[in-house]
């Protein structure tokens, strides 16, 4: 038996999501593993002031905030930290049963560009459920602090979806995860 909506009782979704739609060209969701920096990246492009923590399962349901950016009403969902599909806690569940049953526009995986490796299990798993990611590589400034360097061309290439770094504590840097996110909703990138 695999996942379904009646077994992960994620019906809700479905209205919940309509219901938020209605007022939105587009529903964005936020992935990635916790501690990476969805939240920041939530509250610098949505204007609100969702809590930021540096620890796992910070954030327990999903948050929602608007975002207009270049005439276009974005609707974004910071969705609980993971590391996998495969859930483990409440949290997890929330989290898994929005990737998969939540049906967003576009799907934004944040990854940590400190420790990318392990941050891909959750980009690979999401590639099986959808074509309508992108892969922000967040942390950049730690990462140049380590000397570790990421070929941001290169990784996209490889994986074959829109890749983009950030830095989420610096607006100007969320430009870029913007003008992506706008072309994969509106299908002018192939993933």
């Not at 593993?33 to 809590?51: A, D, E, R, W, Y």
């Not at 910070?58 to 974004?76: E, H, M, P, R």
Request: overall charge neutral.
């Amino acid at each position: 038996m695999g996942l379904t909506k009646s077994s992960t009782g994620s019906n809700l979704l479905v209205s919940d999501l309509a219901f938020l739609k209605d007022n939105s060209d587009y529903v964005i969701a936020l992935a990635g593993n916790p501690n990476v920096g969805k939240s920041t990246i939530f509250n610098n492009l949505t204007g609100m002031h969702q809590h930021t923590g540096n620890w796992p399962g910070k954030t327990v349901s999903n948050a929602t905030g608007n975002c207009i950016y270049q005439n276009t009403n974005f609707l974004f969902v910071d969705i609980p930290g993971t590391y996998s599909i495969m859930s483990n806690s409440e949290e997890e569940e929330i989290a898994r049963d929005y990737i998969c049953f939540g049906n967003p526009d576009c799907t934004v995986i944040v990854v940590d560009g400190t420790c990318l490796e392990r941050n891909l299990n959750l980009v690979f798993q999401t590639m099986e459920i959808t074509n309508r990611i992108v892969v922000c590589v967040n942390l950049l400034d730690e990462a140049k602090k380590k000397k570790i360097n990421i070929n941001l061309k290169q990784l996209s290439e490889e994986l074959g979806i829109p890749v983009v770094g950030t830095i989420a504590r610096k607006k100007k840097t969320l430009d870029k995860l913007m003008n992506t996110i706008k072309e994969v909703c509106e299908r002018n990138l192939r993933a």
